[in-house]
């Protein structure tokens, strides 16, 4: 039973950005991916999915769209007598402290953990986006004896998307953890969930406070592989790393295989998000649409190829979308073309416009752009 | 508790008989409508919409499916502390207890409930309709008129309006004359089935009616028409919009196939008039690059792999590659395997249609339905359901 035992925390501070325009006034848990979603709704429902009902969220900066996405957690079903969704927001607005590492946030924030009963903690990020279950980590984690855990993958280093390294020995004990500007040479990266026992987060906490260090895993953690049994557990579904614009735009398209979609979206559980009452996808009398993912309330009179189009766009007659991810209540006017471009929330594209990106680096739109 | 302006009861209990095999295990307001919702939903997002908090809900005949579906009322905001919704089945007393007779006793054996609110107003109304209204209007029209009863009513085409209690009203849309399904009709202003009463004056009707062992206690037929015997203010509040009563096969299809105009007489996309439906948490729809879709609407979670034209999707549908399904409508979940024709078809979800099989006529007949969860392998095991 994961419900007594682990708690959920989503790790938001310096979350890697280089997310560019995606983020100029969201944090990246929140940049809208594969539809419908936030990336954080991935996270938070792998956690709920496997039995986690008390997670806690540790917010940095930029989080208004994070307050009003999570709202009280009842979309993740975390809106209940006996489970909850906890926002850890800064305590300090002094700029200098905001700067601080994850460490003195999460001492800041330690009365949370140290009133929590869970054995566990679970830690996340958000711009890693799968559908894993937890409970077997957990497992795995107790068959070890392990003091850490982390989930690791297996990784081609062609694949956009910034990640840590990790080498692992034949019993399957982390050796060697870098950055990823590291030249370690390992074909497994680290996914960024960690398990651990919650009294020894508390420990590492404080003692690698007092030590004048400032994260959790680059310091805590990786200055005492050899001091902590940290073990590594290989996760082997579909795992995308969303940090880069880059990496943004190739697991979107990612979303366009058939198996992929599936894999993601349904395997083992459903992804939740913040439900909106949009009502179905209209396609009208000119719709021509192929190998795409479509959400619900959108109106698509024109042409969408090989796209991502969000809740609530409208594509009226004559457009032609290919390659592009059209966020949220998107218009594109009459006979326009888009071409490997990213529009965000709200962004019009009045007719006869012709917008090109290249397949390296699409065309961005701010939110509420009219072109 | 506080006190309530005006309480809704939905009557929901209907057994939907003429749906055949859709309400084989489900009562007719759960019965699955375009794309996304259960025809519940309208009416309950009705009261939403027109600041309702105060809903009670009558099922009786296969609660099973529409209670889990309806839960605390969340999805249309009425989760309440004060008011909210309640699901009222019939229940047992000390002396007995018995299944609602009919419309009017549902109320009857309820009106502890409505009691507890002590509202002005009691709006009645049914789960087996498909429209937007607004009923605050309506209760202004109410009060300004002065009615003690008023009806929603609604001009149909003369050729139809037998299928309808008509109402006869003066000019001043005051009602005269109630006649129920006449065969020669007089009048084509049809009673929607929705009434505003003043609760004193209902509650008063109901006891009567009650004692009356002759009665089949039905609003339409007995409580109605004493009440306009007696002379009570009653009024039309005429209604112009979209309205529909799916309770056949033919009638369920045709109001799904309404939404697929370009501008379709039933406006769901109404930023002001959303109709809240529980969410299935379903991805984005994946449209395979073989397949083409025309002039259909489809919801969250399908995919699909085969042609589209003119029919309604719901969540989670699959079709396969080189299949083509034409002024059809699909359920949740169902899959259309590979190379399957569809030609005015209602399938059920969860239903499973094997690769290859064809249903219905691309040029004529009427529409066939295939129920809940079935799996057809070939379609003369099929029985076609003649229009009615």
Redesign the interface.
Known sequence: MMKNKVMGLINLIHEPDELEGLTANRCPATVPFGGRYRLIDFVLSNMVNSGISRVAVLAHTKYRSLMDHLGSGKHWDLHNRQSGLFILPPTSDDAQDLRRGDLYHMFQNRDYLTRSHHEYVVLARSHVICNIDLEPVVAFHEQQQADITVVCKKHSPSLPGKSRKVQLNSAGRVVAMQDHYGRLNTDLMSTEIYVMRRELLLELVESSLAQGQEHLVRHAIMTRLDQLNVYGYIYDGYLGMVNTLESYYYNSMQLLRADVWKELFFRPGPIYTKVKDEPPARYLEGAKVSGSIVANGCVIEGTVINSVIFRGVHVRKGAIIRNSIIMQNGVVGENSMLDYAILDKDVVIEQGRDIRGAAGSPFVAGKRKII | MGRKEMVAMLLAGGEGKRLGVLTKDLAKPAVYF???YRIIDFTLSNCAHSGIDTVGVLTQYQPLDLNRYLGIG??WGLDRRDGGMAILPPFVKQKGGAWYKGTANAIYQNMGFIDRYDPEYVLVISGDHIYQMDYEKMLDHHKKTGAEVTIAGIEVPWKEASRFGVMHCDDEDRITAFEEKPKVPTSNTASMGIYIFSWHVLQRYLIRDEANRHSSNDFGKDILPAMLKDGLNMFVYPFKGYWKDVGTIESLWEANMDLLD?HPALD??DPEW????V?P????????????????????GC?IEGD?HRS??FYGVQTGIDSYVRESVVMPNARIGRGVRLYRTIVGDGAVIADGVTIGHPEHGGVTVVGSDEFIASYKTLLEVEPS
Not at chain 2, 289 to 294: H, L, T, Y
């Open positions: 375009g794309g996304k969340s999805p370009d769901l996309t959303r109709i809240y439906s969410s948490n379903r991805p984005a729809q994946y449209i395979a690059p073989s397949s083409r879709i025309v002039s259909s609407i489809v919801n969250e995919l589209v309604v999707l």
